[in-house]
């Protein structure tokens, strides 16, 4: 066959099959899947992706009983109960949130109708991803996938604003990614370097040097020690009882900022000590030789879980790489999936990242919530910051400052985990200003902080200016100083401040406790919200500080601190010894 003939051959099989596509198509009802009116505030308009763009779909498949993982995770999580901490296997999950026969065959019709084919993405085969072109997505979904561009990407993302689904999926299809996801990932921290960090005497109690309200004040390891009474003698080291800290965008911690934080910050722990490395996603980004708030984020966090949780073994999972095109969803979807397959699970996963929920949309955020629901009943303590954005979400932003319309954050606002939000000083702590806190418009309010949750509207003034769902699920749970710790990365000393912070401090402490109950054979405290609301009164409840964010004039409308829960700080914070009569206790 000559050139000529065979390219009007290539042309004839392209033109039959996009007909073929048409008509199938065309016999299909569409039902539409999730959709918003506008791309978020920030983001450009760049046209509409070319046809022959290739995209790999994510597809969230149904399971076979959702409701009864979230039901089971309730039971076991809860105290007083036959089963409490009796935490499920990983094939125990599975039978909870594999597809059915049903969902699986639809979705294989689907595909190979379509001359498709797809590909298992996690353990339990509820998530697998497709190859197709833009034109097929767009076809096979009634999308109009487009290109946007933001300040903080390096190329544009291809998204679109709606996305339906065939009759023939309806049921069988909980979300899709890439869809109408906006959740681009941003370091949260509020790094201050300096060129050379002034050594101060922190003692063994709190004073002056400790009081991050004093702008000469710093946060330390030895003053976290003494606020909140965290035992410096090392832990047994059980490989059951291991920390795993997440991070995004590729970057990973440095041994050598570590070594350099352990020698002027923890001399009693050796200066070797170290952490265990995975990547994911092919990450193009190390720590070493770069100075970013990424990085800054990845060498915190492990500097705070080292050097707190004295002798727990902790994990770094280095996922994404692409500073381009990283969502929060994919980081967290690919997160999921590698713990959800591990056969000896961590007993804490801690995040320190986090967007604004309407960014993620209401299918992805409840299919992303549902995965973390099944680490959770696994008996890993799943921990987020709650952000710094005061009521304005995750990230703070000046525009938002005369609005009274709150911005709830993801996954913050996911009831299968623990939020941290942040404090600042001592004697009294209060609520700093940045730290996340607010009411979810996806996720309704769950059972075991009902009374807590009532209490905290009860007194909330009747003309309160504050615009939030009344019925959503409320964060954070608890919170942890926040202002001011000292750091060390790539041999730059400063000091960060955010709830950042806060969330691996208190993975670290819950990891103390679960030294001690592991020692005589007790379960780790695993999902902790039932048991933070039973034992409330273990905590130092925090009834000073107003969330407006901290770019935004403290005059601006934000919820305030009040005895019992609030949506700044949750029930306050911890104390060891407290915690640990409360984790015996039941």
């Known amino acids: 066959m000559g050139q000529g003939a065979h390219w009007i051959g290539m042309l004839f099989l392209k033109t039959f099959h996009l007909l073929a596509l048409a008509a199938f198509v065309s016999a299909s009802s569409f039902t539409l899947h999730d959709s918003r009116s506008a791309a978020p505030a920030g983001f450009i308009y760049e046209g509409p992706a070319p046809d022959s763009d290739q995209l790999t779909l994510r597809f969230a498949l149904a399971g076979k009983n959702i409701s009864g993982l979230h039901n089971t995770l309730t039971t076991i999580s809860t105290p007083g109960h036959v089963a409490f901490r009796q935490w499920l296997s990983a094939d125990e999950v599975k039978a909870f949130v594999k597809p059915s026969s049903e969902t699986l065959a639809a979705f294989e019709n689907f595909t190979s109708a379509n001359g498709l084919s797809a590909t298992s993405t996690s353990p339990h085969g509820n998530w697998v991803s497709v190859n197709m072109s833009v034109f097929q997505a767009n076809t096979l979904f009634r999308a109009q996938y487009q290109r946007f561009s933001h300040p903080s990407l390096a190329e544009p993302l291809t998204r679109t604003l709606a996305i339906s689904l065939p009759s023939e999926l309806v049921g069988h299809v909980d979300a899709i990614h890439p869809g109408t996801d906006f959740s681009i990932i941003r370091p949260q921290v509020v790094v201050q370097p300096q060129p050379s960090l002034v050594k101060r005497d922190h003692g063994q109690h709190p004073s002056a040097s400790c009081n991050t309200s004093d702008p000469n004040g710093e946060m330390t390891p030895a003053c976290l020690q003494a606020l909140y009474g965290i035992p410096s003698t090392a832990a047994s080291a059980r490989r059951d009882n291991r920390i795993l800290v997440t991070g995004f965008l590729g970057r990973s911690p440095s041994d050598g900022s570590l070594s350099d934080f352990l020698g002027e910050f ?23 030789g770069t100075f970013d708030g990424v990085t800054v984020e990845a060498d915190i966090d492990i500097e705070y879980t080292v050097g707190v949780a004295t002798g727990v073994p902790v994990d770094f999972l280095s996922v994404g790489g692409d500073l381009s095109l990283s969502s929060i969803a994919t980081a967290i979807l690919d997160t999921i999936s590698f713990v959800a397959g591990l056969e000896s699970p961590p007993s804490i996963m801690t995040t320190s990242y986090g967007v604004a929920e309407a960014d993620v949309g209401t299918a992805l955020a409840t299919s992303i919530c549902n995965g973390l629901a099944g680490l959770s009943a696994r008996g890993i303590s799943v921990l987020f910051s709650s952000g710094d954005g005061g009521v304005h979400g995750s990230d703070d932003d000046l525009s938002l400052c005369n609005t009274t319309t709150f911005v709830p954050a993801f996954p913050a606002s996911c009831p299968w985990v623990t939020t941290v939000g942040g404090t600042i000083g001592f004697g009294p702590e209060i609520a700093m200003n940045l730290t996340s806190g ?3 418009d996806v996720f309704p309010r769950p059972s075991y902080q009902e009374q807590a949750v009532e209490s905290f509207l009860a007194e909330l003034p009747k003309d309160f200016p504050g615009t939030f769902n009344t019925t959503g699920r409320g964060y954070p749970d608890v919170a942890l100083q926040a202002n001011n710790f000292a750091y060390v990365s790539q041999g730059v000393h400063g000091e960060v401040s955010g709830t950042s912070l806060s969330a691996p401090t208190f993975a670290a402490i819950i990891a103390l406790v679960n030294d001690r109950l592991l020692s005589v054979g ?6 902790l919200n039932p048991w933070i609301y039973k034992h409330a009164d273990v905590f130092t409840g925090i009834t000073a500080g107003h969330n407006s964010g901290d770019l935004c004039p403290e005059s601006s409308v934000a919820f305030d601190a009040v005895k019992g829960w609030d949506p700044l700080t949750g029930v306050g914070t911890p104390i060891f010894d407290r915690l640990l009569q409360a984790a015996f206790a039941k």
Do not use: A, Y
């Open 266 to 288: 923890r001399r009693d722990i050796p200066r070797n000590t170290t952490f265990n490395l995975t990547k994911l996603d092919n990450p193009s980004f190390v720590g070493n």
């Open 438 to 440: 607010g009411f979810s």
């Open 522 to 527: 007790e379960q780790p405290l695993g999902f």
